[in-house]
């Protein structure tokens, strides 16, 4: 069965380093997601992605975030200078459509020091 | 603004039926999606319900009244397996972002 994938599963950094989180998607699927969970909160919306271009982004994600699809098959997520409570399991999630439900992937968890 | 509530906790007995229901009040509703999530995992689908009424699969059924902004998920024959949180998330209409509720955290005693 088709899974969404992420690289690292665990990134470690420094406060004000940039990271890079990689999520591949189910290959024909459409629609792409970034979310975040800080531990033991809830998962918050980050951003959605369509068509080579932003869809819609929450308030979370600020001028230090960014996302790209760099080629036919990766989705990233940067964030240019990490700050401590930017330290959350990242997830990744596409969709074959807007209406159709949304695969997650197993996540990344950032820590940043 | 956004608000989705659900109970933080629910405990129910090996082979017995759970109901965990959610409500939401959202600026605009595409359909409700209910996720399983174990600890330190990612969310799995559940359902997802655009029209009233219910909707079986297994031994999972989900239920929406868009009236009530309203919605319950309904676990049968449970299993210790069916230990984890289940989250409600509303798919918001003319955004393509899903906002999810607190998540209930549910533990089967055998």
């Known amino acids: 069965e088709p899974e969404v994938t992420q690289t690292p599963s665990h990134q470690v950094t420094q406060m004000g380093q940039e990271v890079i989180l990689r999520c591949v998607p189910i290959?024909?699927?459409?629609?792409f997601y970034w979310y975040r969970q800080i531990l033991g909160q809830k998962v918050e919306f980050l951003v959605s992605f369509y068509n080579n271009e932003i869809s819609e982004k929450s308030e979370i994600f600020d001028d230090q975030f960014s996302v790209e699809r760099p080629d036919g098959s990766n989705f990233t997520l940067k964030i240019r200078s990490t700050k401590l409570e930017d330290s959350a399991m990242y997830f990744c999630?596409?969709?074959?459509?807007?209406?159709?439900?949304?695969?997650f992937g197993p996540g990344t968890r950032l820590t940043v020091t | 603004g956004q608000n989705i509530d659900q109970p933080t906790e629910m405990t129910a007995t090996e082979g017995a039926i759970v109901q965990i229901n959610c409500t939401y009040q959202?600026?605009?509703?595409?359909?409700l999606f209910w996720y399983q999530q174990h600890a330190g995992e990612a969310p799995t689908f559940l359902s997802y319900n655009v029209l009233d009424g219910l909707e079986e699969k297994g031994r999972f059924s989900s239920f929406l009244s868009r009236s009530k902004g309203y919605s319950y998920l309904l676990l049968k024959e449970l299993q210790m397996k069916d230990s984890a949180s289940y989250l409600c998330a509303v798919f918001l209409s003319s955004a393509s972002k899903i906002i999810f509720g607190s998540g209930t955290r549910l533990s089967i005693r055998p």
């Open positions: 290959s024909n699927h459409l629609y």
């Open positions: 959202t600026s605009g509703f595409n359909g």
């Open positions: 999630a596409s969709s074959a459509g807007v209406n159709y439900e949304q695969y």
